[in-house]
């Protein structure tokens, strides 16, 4: 994988770990950090979905290590 996808794929995951923390906790992680309202009042379904795009970007972790272990099982 290049670097430009990993670099990709990591700035996925840390939008998907914000959307988590909307959807768990109510808190936006990045406006926290760069200035602005940081609770998001949403709905319980909204908070699902938010909490499901969190889950599939721990999830995605996974990912970022691929080629190296195709490349140990193919030695």
Do not use: C, H, P, Q
């Not at 936006?28 to 609770?39: N, Q, R, S, W």
């Amino acid at each position: 994988m290049s670097w430009l996808s990993r670099l990709a794929l990591l700035l996925v995951i840390i939008g998907a770990l914000n959307w988590l923390l909307v959807g768990l906790f109510e808190w936006d992680l990045v406006t926290a950090i760069f200035g602005g309202e940081t609770v998001r009042n949403s709905s319980m379904i909204s908070r699902v979905i938010y909490t499901l795009v969190g889950l599939a970007g721990i999830y995605s972790f996974s990912f970022l290590f691929d080629d190296r272990r195709e490349r140990v099982k193919t030695e």
